[in-house]
């Protein structure tokens, strides 16, 4: 009996060599990938990912809000104890928002209207608001409709920016 000898096909061969080439060609099974490279690949991608996220939201500059043209009014009207009632479907209290830009932010405002129009929030209804939009000032009197920049300035004391 041969020392280099297949097992599969009980053939003798001269050399080491030649069984490795004789079981290569012949009797190759395809080895099944194995579950831990695939896992290993996955942390490998989300690892890689979080190094982009992170490298991004560190070398990115920060986004700086410059201030709008109306910041000091609005926060005046705010701070006057001035509230604007609306709703977003309602195109007076647009155009409203609107004339005061990037600034509206500063305004207390209270959102009236429920999802898909569907009626009135228990605030907007405790507070007896029956139009869009309606500025309810500090002392109690209230405006309904678009009110213009000028009339509001009057009304808080506040000065409007030329």
Not at 21 to 29: A, E, L, Q, V
Not at 87 to 103: F, T
């Amino acid at each position: 009996m041969s020392e280099f000898r297949c097992n599969e096909c009980d053939r003798d061969f001269s050399g080491q060599q030649a069984l490795e080439d004789h079981n290569r060609s012949k009797h190759y099974i395809t080895p099944k990938k194995s579950l831990g490279k695939k896992v290993k690949n996955r942390y490998i991608w989300i690892l890689l990912i979080i190094v982009i996220v992170v490298g991004y939201l560190y070398f990115v500059p920060s986004v700086e809000i410059e201030p709008g043209k109306y910041d000091d009014f609005a926060q005046c009207v705010a701070d006057s104890g001035a509230k604007m009632y609306g709703a977003y479907w309602c195109s007076h209290c647009n155009q409203q928002k609107e004339s005061l830009g990037d600034s509206f932010y500063k305004i207390d405002y209270v959102e009236c209207s429920l999802p898909n129009n569907g009626g009135q929030t228990e605030e907007c209804k405790d507070a007896g608001i029956e139009s869009y939009p309606t500025w309810e000032f500090g002392d109690g009197i209230r405006m309904s409709g678009f009110v213009p920049l000028e009339k509001l300035a009057e009304r808080t004391g506040c000065e409007l920016p030329e």
